[in-house]
């Protein structure tokens, strides 16, 4: 089986080895007698064509070959597959023990099998796959389900809130249009007041103003005399601090100017010496070369005159000579052909000549080529020695530099962390320096407002000292806010007591209020302790929950228990809040009203007045921190000094940048320095130890080489001269009648004497030529080089006489310079004695101001008493103009739509006031706009405008107050809409779009996942339902023949009939005459034959060409081993092919062959074969017909 198993290509693993190498005999007992084995199958076609399948062990792999050709494992199994045989499902194999344990699979183990078999089992991943994803589309459609359900319910709820948001507006249209109502009825009938008291007012004034002509004046001429000594006050302050100082920055301006004017004109004439001394140098210079130039010219006219000599004597000497040596035609016609009879003789003497002449060149050349070799060498050591030394000096270089380098770059680091500290430093001291000095901008008040404060002071300190002990300052001196954020409102309830003067008693006051107007000075405010009268605090008031009394929110440095009578009575049962809505809540929402104060500074009245002031309040509020101010003018002072010293830091950044520059260059300089001596040691060192290694070598053969090469050029020198004379000999010879024809001893004497005499003629002309040349290429130079100094000497001269120019410009700029340096100091003389005669004008101008100031002050306090009745009427002005500033300004807070003929409530001023408010140049300003505006009353009922009387007015106000508030408290009680929800509407519904289409792409998504899934799905389902249907029909057939009983059945059931494949499969069996019972309770034969039906139905579904049974008949008795092997035979003869392995003689009798095997032993354990075929010996026909009457039962 092992051997069956491993030909089909099962794994080792399913065999009884751990590796496939095992299974080679011997393996087991560590002696394998081969290092290969194989197993090969044949198997037959239908065409009679034999397939041959091997399979051979190779070290720890396999080899699979089909008909002798070697394929891969895929291919191996695909071929078997082609022929019925499928590994993986093992439809061809029946293992020993196989058999029981296929009866008692569970049914999921048998739905697997049976998903093995169909290959439904490849799709199982693809149907996991689409599954989950169908599961997630589900999911996120779910999702978007639900989301879609709770955005309809949120659009139902906005629907709802809206429409209830609707009648909650139309409520507040109401309560807006009682408002108008209301403020128009108050408004109307306080401008009808306001004329009044303005007709009153105007009458008064012109009963003042003709008092107040008769010191106009006066005080024409005291303003005049003030604004004189005001004018020389200034003019002499300003003299003494500016024209001194002006003149002192001029002097220190100048003289700065004429000592670089001065500097300029050493400059300038110094440049004008050096170029007059170049100058001189030049014209010496240039006279010498004129010397040299005459030298030349005279030295080229004596060459001249040398050459023409020269020629005249050759022209005398040829003169002479071609009288004695002149040749005849003939005789030079004889000579040539002579020349050439002795060449031709001489042809090979003159070729061994030129032999030996080349060899002679080419041992001269080789050796001057062995002597230059000699001096290379002596040339390389030098240059190693050179760059060696310069490494050396490079190295040295480098150390130095790299230690100047180290000490520049701390020197920069320093510099750069100075610096960078210093401009943080720089920063923060500038940022703090900002703050204390917007602290301070914040704190001042303009110049004319502290003039008056500081003359109210020192009033105040003049009381002070008059009555030291029942004096006690002012009101906010002695008490502060426990925290900044109450200083607003604080000040808002201190109101016009907020500067007044605390004193013991009334007797006090009234001694003070007559010492004032006495001296002219600023009204004040008192409040005497004796006389306040202070209401008891209403307790009750503490117990509301956000809310604080004023009292309490306010603290008193004295410690004499009568500050908080002062304060009590100041700010009585007024109440602190956080915010503005709590204020008015609190001041008019329940049933009794009270005086309530916001944060931020805004007040509510008992009356229903509304009144601010913020821009004024925090002028006032910044008093309780002018304590802090002389701190802060110390800080400031500091910060000035620190931040000059950082100032001269910046000098250190040219230092700094002077560093960096020597850093780079020392940078570049290691950077070439490196590069070179790298260049040196790794390149030009190593080159010349081996080009002089090289040479070396080679020196010591140089020396024999060069003497060789010197005898050989003296061996060749004296074979040349025995060839020479064997040529002249020859010639000899052959000129012999020629040389005694024209007188020569031989014909070498004739051509060497006129030859060389006309060689000399020509190096001399040569000579002469060369001469001339150098000379007149020498005058050509020096020409030019004149010509240049020349051009050099004009220039200096230019440059001498624009510096002698600069100099004397130079010089009347600094005789200009010190004229006005001279003028400057005798100016600053000039304004000292000036400044003494203007304090001298200053001083008398001021004795005329008082003593007109003094009869003025007399003229003053007559008109005092005609002024208080116009201060009345101004006062009841100021609060009819008051009232009407509160009223529009509720107006334009509460948002109501108040109409008007002119103007708009945006130009409504939000500084509010109340009747104690100052008349200040901002608040006039405010009721002069405010009266400009022209207020529409049509929309106001005619029976609240014809009213007369204060008391009808007041009654049709308190109903319209009792209309306002009745509908207000129906708002209360209403529950607040949502107010948004008509904004919120367009928002959900766009959000229900947006829903429903991410649910309609969710849902399309779903589809399509579903349809996916149900294609692998159906696939699957169809190719298991093919194996199970047609094995759950078969197996009963099966199941019959093998009982030998037609009573018998067996029933293949799927628990999940919609898809088998994922539950289990259900196998019973009804064996012959026994009830239904589970298969557990079978007996082993019974599981047997059961699992049996099984195996051979599934091998019916997709048989293989064979079958393979190992002891499937263990658990059998002869009884059923007979109806099995019957069964087998029958199918046998139809188209079936097995073979089964069994010990059993009731079994194996009735195959058609036997195959025995058998074991010796020779040294190890062999295997040997026994075949034996059975056809000749039929089985008995007995039997067969019993098994036949058993079926027909």
Same mark, same amino acid.
């Given at each position: 089986?092992?051997?069956?198993?491993?030909?089909?290509?099962?794994?080792?693993?399913?065999?009884?080895?751990?590796?496939?190498?095992?299974?080679?005999?011997?393996?087991?007992?560590?002696?394998?007698?081969?290092?290969?084995?194989?197993?090969?199958?044949?198997?037959?076609?239908?065409?009679?064509?034999?397939?041959?399948?091997?399979?051979?062990?190779?070290?720890?792999?396999?080899?699979?070959?089909?008909?002798?050709?070697?394929?891969?494992?895929?291919?191996?199994?695909?071929?078997?597959?082609?022929?019925?045989?499928?590994?993986?499902?093992?439809?061809?194999?029946?293992?020993?023990?196989?058999?029981?344990?296929?009866?008692?699979?569970?049914?999921?183990?048998?739905?697997?099998?049976?998903?093995?078999?169909?290959?439904?089992?490849?799709?199982?991943?693809?149907?996991?796959?689409?599954?989950?994803?169908?599961?997630?589309?589900?999911?996120?459609?779910?999702?978007?389900?639900?989301?879609?359900?709770?955005?309809?319910?949120?659009?139902?709820?906005?629907?709802?809130?809206?429409?209830?948001?609707?009648?909650?507006?139309?409520?507040?249209?109401?309560?807006?249009?009682?408002?108008?109502?209301?403020?128009?009825?108050?408004?109307?009938?306080?401008?009808?007041?306001?004329?009044?008291?303005?007709?009153?007012?105007?009458?008064?004034?012109?009963?003042?103003?003709?008092?107040?002509?008769?010191?106009?004046?006066?005080?024409?001429?005291?303003?005049?005399?003030?604004?004189?000594?005001?004018?020389?006050?200034?003019?002499?302050?300003?003299?003494?601090?500016?024209?001194?100082?002006?003149?002192?920055?001029?002097?220190?301006?100048?003289?700065?100017?004429?000592?670089?004017?001065?500097?300029?004109?050493?400059?300038?004439?110094?440049?004008?010496?050096?170029?007059?001394?170049?100058?001189?140098?030049?014209?010496?210079? !240039? #006279?010498?070369? =004129? *010397? %040299?130039?005459?030298?030349? $010219?005279?030295?080229?006219? &004596?060459?001249? @005159?040398?050459?023409?000599?020269?020629?005249?004597?050759?022209?005398?000497?040829?003169?002479?000579?071609?009288?004695?040596?002149?040749?005849?035609?003939?005789?030079?016609?004889?000579?040539?052909?002579?020349?050439?009879?002795?060449?031709?003789?001489?042809?090979?003497?003159?070729?061994?000549?030129?032999?030996?002449?080349?060899?002679?060149?080419?041992?001269?050349?080789?050796?001057?080529?062995?002597?230059?070799?000699?001096?290379?060498?002596?040339?390389?050591?030098?240059?190693?020695?050179?760059?060696?030394?310069?490494?050396?000096?490079?190295?040295?270089?480098?150390?130095?530099?790299?230690?100047?380098? !180290? #000490?520049?770059? =701390? *020197? %920069?680091?320093?510099?750069? $962390?100075?610096?960078?500290? &210093?401009?943080? @430093?720089?920063?923060?001291?500038?940022?703090?320096?900002?703050?204390?000095?917007?602290?301070?901008?914040?704190?001042?008040?303009?110049?004319?407002?502290?003039?008056?404060?500081?003359?109210?002071?020192?009033?105040?300190?003049?009381?002070?000292?008059?009555?030291?002990?029942?004096?006690?300052?002012?009101?906010?001196?002695?008490?502060?806010?426990?925290?900044?954020?109450?200083?607003?409102?604080?000040?808002?309830?201190?109101?016009?007591?907020?500067?007044?003067?605390?004193?013991?008693?009334?007797?006090?006051?009234?001694?003070?209020?007559?010492?004032?107007?006495?001296?002219?000075?600023?009204?004040?405010?008192?409040?005497?302790?004796?006389?306040?009268?202070?209401?008891?605090?209403?307790?009750?008031?503490?117990?509301? @929950?956000?809310?604080?009394?004023?009292?309490?929110?306010?603290?008193?440095?004295?410690?004499?228990?009568?500050?908080?009578?002062?304060?009590?009575?100041?700010?009585?049962?007024?109440?602190?809040?956080?915010?503005?809505?709590?204020?008015?809540?609190?001041?008019?929402?329940?049933?009794?009203?009270?005086?309530?104060?916001?944060?931020?500074?805004?007040?509510?009245?008992?009356?229903?007045?509304?009144?601010?002031?913020?821009?004024?309040?925090?002028?006032?509020?910044?008093?309780?921190?002018?304590?802090?101010?002389?701190?802060?003018?110390?800080?400031?002072?500091?910060?000035?000094?620190?931040?000059?010293?950082?100032?001269?830091?910046?000098?250190?950044?040219?230092?700094?940048?002077?560093?960096?520059?020597?850093?780079?260059?020392?940078?570049?300089?290691?950077?070439?320095?490196?590069?070179?001596?790298?260049?040196?040691?790794?390149?030009?060192?190593?080159?010349?130890?081996?080009?002089?290694?090289?040479?070396?070598?080679?020196?010591?053969?140089?020396?024999?080489?060069?003497?060789?090469?010197?005898?050989?050029?003296?061996?060749?020198?004296?074979?040349?001269?025995?060839?020479?004379?064997?040529?002249?000999?020859?010639?000899?010879?052959?000129?012999?009648?020629?040389?005694?024809?024209?007188?020569?001893?031989?014909?070498?004497?004739?051509?060497?004497?006129?030859?060389?005499?006309?060689?000399?003629?020509?190096?001399?002309?040569?000579?002469?030529?060369?001469?001339?040349?150098?000379?007149?290429?020498?005058?050509?130079?020096?020409?030019?080089?004149?010509?240049?100094?020349?051009?050099?000497?004009?220039?200096?001269?230019?440059?001498?006489?624009?510096?002698?120019?600069?100099?004397?410009?130079?010089?009347?700029?600094?005789?200009?310079?010190?004229?006005?340096?001279?003028?400057?100091?005798?100016?600053?003389?000039?304004?000292?004695?000036?400044?003494?005669?203007?304090?001298?004008?200053?001083?008398?101008?001021?004795?005329?101001?008082?003593?007109?100031?003094?009869?003025?002050?007399?003229?003053?306090?007559?008109?005092?008493?005609?002024?208080?009745?116009?201060?009345?009427?101004?006062?009841?002005?100021?609060?009819?103009?008051?009232?009407?500033?509160?009223?529009?300004?509720?107006?334009?807070?509460?948002?109501?739509?108040?109409?008007?003929?002119?103007?708009?409530?945006?130009?409504?001023?939000?500084?509010?006031?109340?009747?104690?408010?100052?008349?200040?140049?901002?608040?006039?300003?405010?009721?002069?706009?405010?009266?400009?505006?022209?207020?529409?009353?049509?929309?106001?009922?005619?029976?609240?405008?014809?009213?007369?009387?204060?008391?009808?007015?007041?009654?049709?106000?308190?109903?319209?107050?009792?209309?306002?508030?009745?509908?207000?408290?129906?708002?209360?009680?209403?529950?607040?809409?949502?107010?948004?929800?008509?904004?919120?509407?367009?928002?959900?519904?766009?959000?229900?779009?947006?829903?429903?289409?991410?649910?309609?792409?969710?849902?399309?998504?779903?589809?399509?996942?579903?349809?996916?899934?149900?294609?692998?799905?159906?696939?699957?389902?169809?190719?298991?339902?093919?194996?199970?249907?047609?094995?759950?029909?078969?197996?009963?057939?099966?199941?019959?023949?093998?009982?030998?009983?037609?009573?018998?059945?067996?029933?293949?059931?799927?628990?999940?009939?919609?898809?088998?494949?994922?539950?289990?499969?259900?196998?019973?069996?009804?064996?012959?005459?026994?009830?239904?019972?589970?298969?557990?309770?079978?007996?082993?034969?019974?599981?047997?034959?059961?699992?049996?039906?099984?195996?051979?139905?599934?091998?019916?579904?997709?048989?293989?060409?064979?079958?393979?049974?190992?002891?499937?008949?263990?658990?059998?008795?002869?009884?059923?081993?007979?109806?099995?092997?019957?069964?087998?035979?029958?199918?046998?003869?139809?188209?079936?092919?097995?073979?089964?392995?069994?010990?059993?003689?009731?079994?194996?009798?009735?195959?058609?062959?036997?195959?025995?095997?058998?074991?010796?032993?020779?040294?190890?354990?062999?295997?040997?074969?026994?075949?034996?075929?059975?056809?000749?010996?039929?089985?008995?026909?007995?039997?067969?017909?019993?098994?036949?009457?058993?079926?027909?039962?």
């Amino acid at each position: 089986m092992d051997a069956l198993s491993f030909v089909i290509g099962e794994r080792a693993g399913n065999l009884r080895v751990k590796h496939t190498k095992d299974l080679i005999h011997g393996a087991h007992i560590g002696k394998p007698v081969a290092a290969t084995a194989s197993v090969t199958m044949q198997y037959c076609e239908d065409t009679g064509e034999e397939l041959s399948f091997c399979r051979s062990i190779s070290g720890s792999s396999s080899e699979y070959r089909i008909n002798g050709r070697q394929v891969t494992l895929a291919r191996y199994t695909a071929e078997l597959e082609r022929i019925g045989v499928v590994v993986k499902a093992r439809n061809c194999l029946v293992f020993q023990g196989a058999v029981e344990s296929i009866a008692m699979k569970t049914p999921k183990e048998r739905a697997r099998m049976f998903e093995q078999i169909s290959g439904s089992q490849e799709l199982a991943e693809e149907y996991e796959r689409t599954r989950a994803i169908l599961q997630r589309a589900k999911e996120d459609t779910q999702f978007h389900f639900n989301k879609k359900k709770t955005v309809t319910a949120e659009k139902k709820q906005v629907f709802q809130e809206k429409v209830e948001a609707q009648k909650y507006q139309t409520l507040l249209d109401d309560v807006n249009e009682a408002k108008v109502q209301l403020n128009l009825c108050q408004l109307y009938h306080n401008e009808r007041g306001l004329g009044t008291v303005q007709e009153s007012l105007q009458e008064r004034q012109l009963e003042v103003a003709g008092r107040k002509s008769g010191m106009e004046v006066l005080e024409t001429a005291l303003k005049s005399q003030k604004k004189e000594h005001g004018r020389l006050s200034r003019s002499s302050s300003r003299s003494r601090k500016r024209s001194c100082r002006a003149q002192e920055k001029i002097l220190g301006q100048r003289r700065p100017q004429y000592i670089k004017a001065k500097v300029n004109t050493a400059h300038h004439q110094r440049k004008a010496e050096e170029a007059l001394a170049a100058l001189q140098k030049g014209h010496r210079q !240039r #006279g010498q070369k =004129e *010397q %040299e130039l005459a030298e030349l $010219r005279s030295e080229l006219a &004596g060459v001249e @005159r040398a050459w023409g000599r020269f020629e005249k004597e050759v022209e005398e000497k040829g003169a002479t000579r071609g009288v004695d040596v002149q040749l005849e035609e003939t005789q030079l016609r004889q000579y040539k052909e002579l020349k050439e009879q002795a060449r031709r003789q001489g042809a090979i003497l003159g070729q061994r000549g030129e032999k030996l002449r080349w060899e002679l060149k080419a041992d001269t050349e080789k050796l001057e080529f062995d002597q230059r070799r000699r001096k290379e060498v002596e040339c390389s050591q030098k240059q190693l020695e050179q760059y060696i030394q310069r490494a050396e000096k490079l190295e040295e270089y480098v150390s130095i530099c790299n230690s100047s380098l !180290r #000490g520049h770059q =701390e *020197q %920069e680091e320093s510099l750069v $962390r100075e610096l960078e500290e &210093g401009r943080a @430093r720089n920063e923060e001291v500038n940022q703090e320096l900002g703050e204390v000095l917007g602290q301070l901008q914040n704190a001042g008040m303009d110049r004319q407002e502290s003039r008056r404060q500081q003359q109210r002071q020192e009033a105040l300190e003049s009381l002070k000292r008059l009555y030291p002990e029942t004096l006690f300052g002012r009101l906010v001196d002695l008490c502060q806010p426990i925290h900044k954020k109450y200083q607003l409102a604080v000040a808002k309830v201190f109101g016009r007591y907020m500067n007044a003067i605390v004193v013991a008693s009334e007797k006090v006051a009234r001694d003070c209020i007559k010492f004032l107007k006495e001296e002219r000075a600023e009204p004040e405010t008192f409040l005497p302790i004796d006389y306040l009268k202070v209401s008891a605090l209403n307790e009750r008031l503490r117990e509301i @929950r956000g809310v604080k009394l004023v009292v309490d929110v306010v603290q008193c440095g004295d410690p004499m228990p009568q500050m908080k009578k002062v304060v009590q009575f100041v700010c009585g049962n007024a109440l602190v809040c956080e915010t503005l809505k709590e204020a008015r809540q609190i001041a008019f929402g329940g049933p009794e009203r009270h005086k309530t104060v916001a944060l931020d500074g805004t007040m509510f009245s008992k009356s229903g007045e509304i009144s601010g002031g913020s821009s004024n309040l925090r002028g006032k509020a910044r008093a309780w921190d002018e304590r802090d101010m002389s701190k802060l003018k110390e800080r400031k002072e500091q910060l000035a000094a620190e931040l000059r010293v950082l100032m001269k830091l910046k000098h250190k950044e040219a230092e700094l940048k002077q560093v960096q520059a020597q850093v780079l260059g020392i940078h570049t300089r290691l950077k070439y320095s490196n590069s070179e001596m790298e260049t040196i040691r790794k390149k030009n060192i190593p080159a010349c130890h081996a080009e002089v290694s090289k040479l070396e070598s080679e020196l010591t053969n140089l020396d024999s080489l060069i003497q060789m090469q010197k005898e050989s050029v003296e061996m060749k020198d004296a074979s040349m001269e025995e060839v020479q004379d064997e040529v002249n000999k020859l010639e000899d010879t052959v000129f012999k009648d020629f040389c005694a024809e024209i007188g020569v001893s031989n014909i070498r004497e004739y051509e060497q004497e006129h030859l060389k005499e006309q060689q000399e003629v020509d190096k001399k002309r040569l000579e002469f030529e060369t001469q001339r040349t150098r000379l007149g290429t020498q005058l050509e130079y020096e020409q030019a080089q004149l010509e240049q100094q020349g051009r050099k000497l004009k220039t200096l001269e230019e440059t001498m006489l624009k510096e002698e120019r600069k100099a004397a410009d130079q010089k009347k700029e600094e005789d200009k310079l010190l004229k006005a340096v001279d003028e400057t100091l005798s100016k600053m003389k000039d304004l000292k004695n000036q400044l003494l005669l203007k304090k001298n004008d200053v001083s008398d101008s001021k004795a005329e101001v008082d003593k007109k100031a003094k009869s003025l002050q007399e003229k003053s306090r007559e008109l005092v008493k005609v002024q208080k009745e116009v201060i009345s009427v101004e006062t009841a002005l100021e609060q009819k103009r008051t009232e009407r500033h509160n009223l529009l300004l509720g107006c334009k807070i509460q948002g109501l739509p108040i109409s008007l003929l002119s103007g708009s409530l945006d130009h409504i001023s939000e500084v509010q006031l109340d009747s104690e408010s100052q008349s200040t140049s901002a608040t006039l300003e405010i009721y002069e706009r405010e009266a400009e505006m022209q207020l529409d009353y049509s929309d106001l009922r005619k029976e609240s405008m014809d009213l007369d009387g204060e008391e009808a007015v007041e009654v049709e106000l308190e109903r319209l107050r009792e209309v306002v508030s009745s509908l207000e408290g129906v708002i209360q009680r209403s529950t607040a809409p949502n107010l948004k929800a008509l904004e919120m509407m367009g928002e959900v519904k766009d959000k229900f779009q947006g829903v429903v289409d991410a649910f309609e792409a969710s849902s399309k998504v779903t589809r399509k996942c579903h349809q996916e899934f149900e294609q692998v799905k159906a696939k699957r389902y169809r190719l298991f339902s093919q194996c199970f249907e047609h094995v759950s029909i078969v197996i009963d057939q099966i199941y019959k023949k093998l009982c030998r009983n037609s009573s018998a059945q067996a029933i293949l059931g799927a628990e999940n009939p919609d898809e088998p494949y994922l539950d289990g499969i259900s196998y019973n069996c009804v064996a012959p005459g026994k009830r239904f019972m589970a298969m557990d309770n079978l007996s082993g034969g019974e599981k047997s034959i059961a699992a049996l039906a099984l195996v051979f139905a599934i091998h019916s579904f997709r048989p293989a060409p064979f079958l393979i049974m190992d002891e499937v008949d263990a658990a059998l008795d002869n009884t059923n081993i007979s109806k099995v092997t019957s069964y087998i035979r029958d199918k046998s003869r139809e188209d079936f092919q097995i073979i089964v392995i069994s010990l059993k003689e009731e079994f194996y009798s009735k195959a058609d062959a036997l195959l025995g095997v058998y074991s010796e032993f020779n040294e190890c354990m062999y295997s040997r074969l026994l075949t034996l075929d059975l056809s000749p010996y039929p089985v008995k026909e007995g039997n067969e017909k019993e098994m036949e009457k058993e079926m027909e039962k």
